[in-house]
Nanobody, 127 residues
Framework: QVQLVESGGGLVQAGGSLRLSCAASGRTSRTYTMGWFRQAPGKEREFVAA????????YYADSVKGRFTISRDVAKTTLYLQMNSLKPEDTAVYYC????????????????????WGQGTQVTVSS
């Protein structure tokens, strides 16, 4: 079992920044892929960003590319999402997730690939 706890969400004006964190505990391993997803009211959960086990590979949804940065502190088993130039359409509950198979490819953007999920943190961007 892996437990994930997100933090750092909140209310911010358009153009502002937030940094989300996700602390992993339990049967953690450095060889898993971690990702961020988000879900807005009435919409399906969508991929935001992912990072490989080594941290050497990252992948972003087109909607956040150039504005968001995913990173991980392997020693502390913590995942981050730095979000800049926020837009109202970024409003959603943000979830971190772990893929214990450490797969990397087209499946990385699919929520069904991930085995463990946090409880989510709300991000609200006002216009």
């Amino acid at each position: 079992q892996v437990q994930l706890v997100e933090s750092g969400g909140g209310l911010v004006q358009a153009g502002g920044s937030l940094r989300l964190s996700c602390a992993a505990s339990g049967r953690t391993s450095r060889t898993y892929t971690m990702g961020w997803f988000r879900q807005a009211p009435g919409k399906e959960r969508e991929f935001v960003a992912a990072i490989s086990w080594s941290g050497g590979r990252t992948y972003y949804a087109d909607s956040v590319k150039g504005r968001f940065t995913i990173s991980r502190d392997v020693a502390k088993t913590t995942l981050y999402l730095q979000m800049n130039s926020l837009k109202p359409e970024d409003t959603a509950v943000y979830y971190c997730a772990v893929d214990v198979s450490a797969a990397w490819g087209t499946r990385t953007t699919y929520h069904g690939t991930y085995d463990y999920w946090g409880q989510g943190t709300q991000v609200t961007v006002s216009s």
